[in-house]
């Protein structure tokens, strides 16, 4: 590389050699690599993503993984090779959500969340569903249903952490009521899948709850 710089005034210029060495990704922006990890070219490849997100460690080799959510299924892929490790079919599913919550049942395998707000449940046109599968073999741990017309149960679901301090993650799941109008926020315990708290929205708020995050422990009470 060459640079010119006008010293003696216009007109008059002297060239210096300047010295190029390459800086590796890792040394800098934090270490973070902006550049293509993986491309995905299966026959898992879908058309439409309706939602992504880190998924833990499902596939038991300590590096955590990715979860997308597509047509009627959710799959997740390993974030050491973005190969898949667990697809999982969501009959009736429709605009999945899908979240990493965590090794709930202590088998060293991350579960995952998945929503269907858009799965009629008997008569009830768009009630919802959120299930949650193992980490291991996909099997069904934990599943909720909306109770009426356009609940849409599962529209956002999400990890929390530990919002009960009994030592295993919990997790969220929206749902709306009065015909879609309101929402609340359902915090779940990841331990026997009971609701802990529900968070109804606050008077004046519309679509609260459409993104949901778990913070931490920001009072030092011992809760998430």
Known sequence: MWSVDCIEGPGVAEIHSLEYT?????EQAGG????????FADGFLPTTVHDLGAADDVSGDDVPDLVLAFGQQAVVRSGATGKVVLPVPVPGGFSLSVAGVGDLDGDGRGELLVGSPGEDVGIWFDAGRARV??????SL???Y?????????????????DADADGTPDFAIQVRRNGGSLQDVLVVSG???????????????????NRIAGVGDVDDDGHD
């Open 22 to 26: 390459p800086v590796p990704w890792s």
């Open 32 to 39: 973070l690599d902006p550049r293509v990890r993986f491309t």
């Open 133 to 138: 599968y193992s980490g291991l073999d996909g």
């Open 141 to 143: 741990m934990y599943g």
């Open 145 to 161: 249903e909306g109770a009426d017309d356009f609940d849409r149960l599962g529209s956002e679901v999400a990890a929390v952490g």
């Open 191 to 209: 331990l026997d899948g009971t609701v802990l708290h529900t968070i109804p929205a606050p008077i004046g708020f519309q679509d609260f709850g």
